[in-house]
């Protein structure tokens, strides 16, 4: 494990801007060897959580990146009988369009800036119906903030989602920190679930 990553700075926007940084640099400096075995662990930890068991409709993100890989919980979740549902960029509102997936290699390609997402013919979902969300991001600290990598889409989901649908994180130990610059308005995730642990935010 690194040691902990603190932001500095006046300035919130640049504490954030060098903290995504620094974290980005050590998760992708993890072999590929080490991330595929931290993710298995993670995705095994999720899939035990009563919340995603109980959940009908989960929103799962696709691996970006060096991010630890995803796919192997969108199995879990169909294994499970569960409504699938993956987030698509509109560039235009500035929003994430949600739709349902009901397989992987049919229904999934390369997107906005690379990023893998629903294809077009994939049907909305309305944003009442979701129950659980992974949440992604770059870095988190134990309270359940959390830096993106800076489009703020998440940011602008996260509230407009039922209050009671868990939002729930999966990160390796390298991108937790001690403490993430944050405003009042921000919204904070449920938990984070590491390789290692599993760090439930208060409330």
Not at 61 to 86: M, N
């Amino acid at each position: 494990m690194s040691e902990p990553v603190t932001a500095q700075g006046a300035d919130p926007r640049e504490a954030k801007r060098l903290l995504r940084e620094r974290v980005s640099r050590a998760r992708d400096a993890l072999p590929a060897a080490i991330r595929a075995r931290f993710g298995r662990a993670i995705v095994a930890a999720l899939a035990a959580r009563e919340d995603f068991l109980q959940a009908r409709t989960v929103l799962l993100s696709l691996a970006f990146r060096s991010e630890w890989e995803t796919r192997p919980l969108f199995d879990a979740a169909s294994t499970h009988r569960k409504t699938v549902v993956a987030p698509r960029v509109n560039r235009k509102t500035r929003m994430l369009e949600l739709c349902s997936i009901g397989d992987l290699e049919r229904d999934v390609g390369r997107g906005y800036a690379g990023i893998h997402e629903p294809l077009p013919h994939c049907e909305s979902v309305e944003l009442a119906s979701i129950d659980w969300v992974l949440v992604p991001g770059v870095a988190f600290d134990p309270s359940g903030h959390r830096i993106g990598y800076g489009g703020g889409y998440y940011d602008r989901l996260l509230p407009v989602l039922r209050p009671d649908a868990r939002r729930i994180a999966g990160a390796f130990e390298v991108q937790i920190v001690e403490r993430i610059p944050a405003a009042p308005h921000d919204v904070r995730v449920d938990a984070i679930v590491t390789e290692a642990r599993t760090i439930a935010a208060p409330r």
